[in-house]
């Protein structure tokens, strides 16, 4: 079992910046790679980064490239997602989620955090 909360979220304004961030716990969640989704109304979840925590390795979606940064802290077991020059469709639940690899598709992640909103303003 791989346990995850998420923290973080709010609302700002376009343009601004926000820091979310997933307290991992468990057991072997190491071996996992971490990702973070993200959720519209009416839309799809969709993939937005995500890390493998033994190498490091990132990955980021096209759409937040340059904008959004992912990395871990294995001092407390968190894996950060950086959001700046935030735009008004970035507006979403995100989740945090685990998984065997580190893909795209959220059907293949096992562990889901709650998620935590993030509202963009124009």
């Known amino acids: 079992q791989v346990q995850l909360v998420e923290s973080g979220g709010g609302w700002v304004q376009a343009g601004g910046s926000l820091r979310l961030s997933c307290a991992a716990s468990?057991?072997?969640?190491?071996?996992?790679?971490l990702a973070w989704f993200r959720q519209a109304p009416g839309k799809e979840r969709e993939f937005v980064a995500g890390?493998?925590?033994?190498?490091?390795?990132?990955y980021n979606a096209d759409s937040v490239k340059g904008r959004f940064t992912i990395s871990r802290d294995n001092a407390v077991n968190t894996v950060d997602l950086q959001m700046n020059s935030l735009k008004p469709d970035d507006t979403a639940v995100y989740y945090c989620?685990?998984?065997?690899?580190?893909?795209?598709?959220?059907?293949?992640?096992?562990?889901w955090g709650q998620g935590t909103q993030v509202t963009v303003s124009s």
């Open positions: 890390i493998r925590w033994s190498a490091g390795t990132t």
């Open positions: 989620a685990a998984g065997r690899v580190l893909y795209s598709d959220p059907a293949l992640y096992d562990y």
């Open positions: 468990g057991r072997s969640f190491s071996s996992y790679a």
